[in-house]
């Protein structure tokens, strides 16, 4: 096996900072898979990781991504072949085991997920970690009732990677979906060809400090977190359900009880990298059928390589990108 690249992240007398290595690979040991990766993306942990602006690596140095997709080049464990298509997000990528920024990635078996039938590995990756979470948030608001004609759903972060996903999965569904959006008149046609029926402009929303105001969404699934979440526990519709899976707003929530003990609204998280295997097979089922995203190609900002990642870190977090960037390796 030659050298190959990878994109790895140091903490070290120069600073933190990302740059391209090449390794060797090692050996496998039992229940071990050597994927040629092909493509991966970037989401915003990638982006706090990459730029050091998140707490997110613990082992340094350590290569970066939280998402793969390639072939199955070795294999240690029984359940893969060579030549297996397989996927792998979440679990410990980038935090404490060598991530998807790589030529080729030494995987646990257990964390691989075979490609569903009706993605390719470049779809998947469109959606990445992105996609996943949009898909594991419907499946739980599902799994607490949500319905269509419950009213409206509300989508902050609008513009953002689960942002898209979301309002295009949520429209397949049949859900009247309202985004909302920092960017809404740069992003209204993107949003709206999305599946967006109306879009609201984040920077005109009337937030007060009333502990009810008045009841709008079916549901929500919120990016966004602060005040954002907080408004939303009190303009959800009764028992309506609230999936919060982000931060990009601020880490604080300041709201009251009275959403759920007086509308028993619901808030449910949503943590994607620990999403246990047979759910996170079932939801990438769902992303490759009933969920798939009718536009997935216009969801893509661009296609990236390894050496452009920092870059395009930066632009994420400062909340400029618009859809999702996939990273070509392969
Ligand atoms: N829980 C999980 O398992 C999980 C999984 C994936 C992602 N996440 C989290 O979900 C969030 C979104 O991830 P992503 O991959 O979609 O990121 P992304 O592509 O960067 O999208 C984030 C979007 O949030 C909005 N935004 C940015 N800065 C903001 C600010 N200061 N205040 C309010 N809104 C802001 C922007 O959309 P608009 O301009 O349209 O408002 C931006 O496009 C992140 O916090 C991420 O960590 C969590």
Redesign the pocket.
Known sequence: MPDYRALCVYNNEQGYHARIINRQTEPLTAGELLIEVHYSSL???DALAVTGKGKIIRNFPLVAGIDAAGYVVESKDPRFKTGAAVLVTGYQLSQTHDGGYTEYAKMPADWVVPLPEGLSLYEAMTLG??GF?AGLAIARMEHNGQQPDAGPILI????????SVAISCFAALGYDVVA????ASA?AQYLRMLGASEVLD?HQLAIDARPLEKALWGGALD??GGD?LAWLTRTVKPHGNIAS?????GAELNTTVMPFILRGVNLLG????ATEMSLRAQVWQRLAGDLKPACLDKMVAGVISLEHIPEYAEK?LA?Q?QGRYVVEIK
């Not at 909302?180 to 960017?183: A, F, I, N, R, V």
Request: net charge positive; hydrophobic share 35%.
């Open positions: 989401n915003y942990k970690t992105a979470t902050s972060g609008a513009s953002g990677g689960v942002g909302l959006s920092g960017k992003s984040r990016t966004v954002v899976c982000g931060l990009a707003g949503v943590d994607s990298a994420l909340g990108v």
